[in-house]
């Protein structure tokens, strides 16, 4: 509970240092809504006493919290003279957001750990050498530049020629057509590439951490008693093992999640994704600032509430430290 | 570490500086070694493919490498540009020819280039790694790049220590409100998104028309600010540990101050631990400019580094056509691995240091 409270202020001053960041940028951002004829002067006007925008930038700062937490209002696009939460998260963005992201990490996890366990049965064995090679050599391998060789070599193993795209979330042929299994096939085509990009580095990093973990537990009293019961290898691995080696994991899930945000943030750019964070680069590049704001407020408030999940997980499954707390 | 990993790694230590050392000193002689400026432009050579150098031709052999002079063409349907090579004309290679004047150095005036073509009137042109959309030489824009994504690294961190040492160092050592709030602002600064938050500080400075060098700085610095609180968090932890030993308590009873105490008795300890997690956190910093330069909002024209020249292949028509763009990728990932297998190194060289006194710092 005192951890929930704790994130509320944390946020309030991430999204100050964020609101002063935006307006760094003096802009003719107004000017340029201003020359827009699809708003109103009343709309103007209604906007700029609203958001203050001819008092001090603190006072601008509450009136925006203000109309953000009591109207859920995050502001005006001016490009697309759009509120700019719509600007941001509708037409589909926030859900393809959750769907691309949910899935990289869910898909990184689900190899991770597996791959971890095996890489800790038989260490030094191939799967546990080639792992540490590759753990090195994807951590300096930019996820933008993973994104790029693999469209090239996509496109130069010609899949065009079997009826499939390169980039986007579907084929041309899916757009706008009713769910399908063909179309959830198409998705997952090209959703792989985006996993590989943005989820390798990551999901290797958290194969070598449940290896290290999974070896100490190995290692532990409990473990021995489990065996010397007679229990499977597999019992003992998974059930009594494991459980004990999840929790540091769920601290690095945690700790990675700064760099899960870049990497989904980029492999939007490359990918031409749908997304949040395609929007939220388009409005940086069209100097945009209210939306730019709601952005960074989102993945501010994304990385604290995840950093504060996995406190929360970690207090939920481990009793050692709930008791310590 | 394992075994395994220790033989690995201490051996590749070796490895790594050699091919670092080796960047280096390419990116220093950058223009003694590509024949032509970094910056200049022949809108009719973009998108050239690197230039085959030959040794044989229709004509028979040659021990003198040498060129087809080639001309690039536009097919009027797709406008994808095609090289039409001439192949009854030869053009040699030329050794330490002279060619467009530079500074050596930055100091010294100089004219000689490694190579270049014995072309009479300057006509021909070889691009090793091909040319850019501008028609410009990518060997000479690679060489010329890496001066900056090899020292992104390190500048950060030379920003970064003193400020992360000294902010964790008061919070562990004064301890009641100005570690409150010193943490606190660490939390801040960890909860900030880097990458978007550098991609607005960047943007902001596009628009502000600051120099493309003070806008690098700039955009480190904000790297630096957001990037102390892990690192300051773990200093806090050992000084917090350390300010209880014999020796601080000796050093107050002489009368040192507290900033001297701080300084000269406390962080010293902590140094192996700034030195090896700052190497560990070089890969990480180059990474993030180069996804900065690569989105738009890092190093800007006419300044380049291994990033931006990657923004250019950025459009998947352009990387289909010209991969020869991606070859700044290679020097990218061949130096971040090799910083990251330094920084492997110093950490087990640290931890078996520490070992061996029986002293463990980390908690």
């Known amino acids: 509970m005192v951890r929930v409270a704790a994130a509320v202020p944390l946020i309030l001053a991430a999204t100050f240092v964020c609101f002063l960041l935006v307006h760094l940028a003096p802009g003719d951002a107004w000017t340029r809504l201003e020359a827009n004829p699809d708003v109103s002067r009343s709309t103007l006007e209604t906007f700029r006493a609203r958001f203050g925008l001819d008092r001090p930038l603190l006072i601008q700062y509450g009136l925006w919290l203000q109309n953000v937490v009591l109207r859920g209002d995050f502001g005006l696009s001016f490009e697309s003279a759009l509120p700019a939460f719509d600007a941001l998260f509708l037409s589909g963005r926030l859900a393809w957001t959750v769907l691309v992201a949910g899935s990289t990490m869910l898909v990184a996890l689900l190899v991770a750990v597996p791959l971890g366990v095996w890489m800790a049965a038989r260490p030094h064995g191939i799967v546990d050498r080639a792992g540490t090679v590759l753990a090195f050599g994807l951590v300096s391998v930019p996820v933008f530049l993973l994104g790029l060789l693999l469209l090239w070599l996509l496109v130069a193993a010609r899949v065009g020629d079997l009826g499939l795209g390169v980039g986007g979330l579907f084929d041309h042929r899916y757009l706008g057509r009713p769910w399908s299994w063909g179309k959830v096939g198409n998705l997952l085509w090209h959703l792989w590439p985006v996993w590989v990009a943005a989820g390798a580095a990551e999901g290797i990093g958290w194969a070598r951490q449940t290896r290290g973990n999974l070896q100490d537990a190995l290692a532990e009293p409990y473990v021995v008693a489990a065996r010397s019961k007679g229990l499977a290898e597999r019992w003992v691995v998974w059930r009594h093992a494991l459980r004990n080696a999840a929790n540091p994991l769920i601290s690095m899930l945690g700790l990675s999640l700064p760099r899960l945000v870049s990497g989904s943030l980029i492999a939007a750019v490359v990918f031409n994704l749908p997304t949040v964070e395609r929007a939220f680069w388009q409005a940086v590049q069209a100097h945009d600032p209210y939306v730019v704001l709601a952005g960074l407020s989102f993945f501010t408030v994304f990385l604290v509430g995840g950093n504060l999940t996995a406190d929360l997980l970690l207090l939920a499954i481990d009793p050692r430290i709930r008791r310590g707390a | ?363």
């Open chain 2, 1 to 363: 570490m394992t075994r395994l990993g220790r033989r690995t790694v201490s051996g590749a230590w070796r490895g790594a500086a050699a091919v670092l050392a080796v960047l280096a000193v390419m990116c220093i002689l950058a223009e003694f070694l590509a024949p032509y400026p970094y910056d200049e432009q022949r809108n009719k050579d973009a998108f050239a493919p690197p230039t085959r150098i030959r040794f044989h031709d229709g004509e028979g052999w040659s021990i003198r490498p040498f060129v087809h002079p080639f001309r690039m063409e536009t097919d009027v349907h797709t406008y994808a540009r095609r090289i039409v090579e001439d192949e009854s004309r030869r053009v040699y290679l030329r050794f330490f020819a002279h060619g467009a004047p530079y500074r050596l150095f930055g100091v010294f005036p100089a004219d000689v280039h490694l190579f270049d073509l014995a072309d009479p009137n300057r006509e021909a042109r070889i691009y090793v790694f091909g040319a850019d959309a501008l028609g410009r030489d990518l060997l000479s824009r690679v060489l010329v790049g890496g001066r900056v994504s090899l020292v992104v690294g390190p500048y950060v961190l030379l920003l970064l220590i003193p400020f992360a040492a000294l902010l964790g160092g008061v919070s562990g050592y004064c301890g009641g409100w100005a570690d409150f709030l010193l943490q606190r602002l660490g939390e801040v600064a960890v909860a900030l998104p880097g990458l978007p938050v550098v991609l607005v500080v960047g943007a902001a400075l596009a628009v502000r028309h600051v120099s493309p060098a003070v806008s690098l700085l700039t955009i480190l610095g904000a790297l630096a600010a957001i990037g102390w609180g892990g690192m300051a968090r773990v200093v806090r932890g050992q000084v917090l540990s350390i300010r209880e030993r014999d020796f601080v308590l000796a050093a107050r009873a002489v009368g040192a101050g507290h900033m001297r105490i701080l300084c000269r008795h406390i962080l010293p300890h902590v140094a192996s631990y700034l030195a090896v997690s700052a190497t560990l956190l070089i890969p990480g910093t180059m990474l993030t400019e180069a996804s900065l330069s690569f989105l738009g909002f890092g190093v800007r024209e006419p300044m380049t580094s291994w990033g931006a020249l990657l923004a250019g292949a950025r459009s998947l028509a352009t990387v289909e056509r010209s991969p020869w763009l991606l070859i700044p990728g290679g020097f990218l990932v061949a130096s971040v691995l090799a910083f990251a297998g330094l920084g492997e190194a110093f950490r087990e060289a640290e931890a078996s240091h520490a070992s061996g006194r029986g002293v463990h710092l980390t908690h």
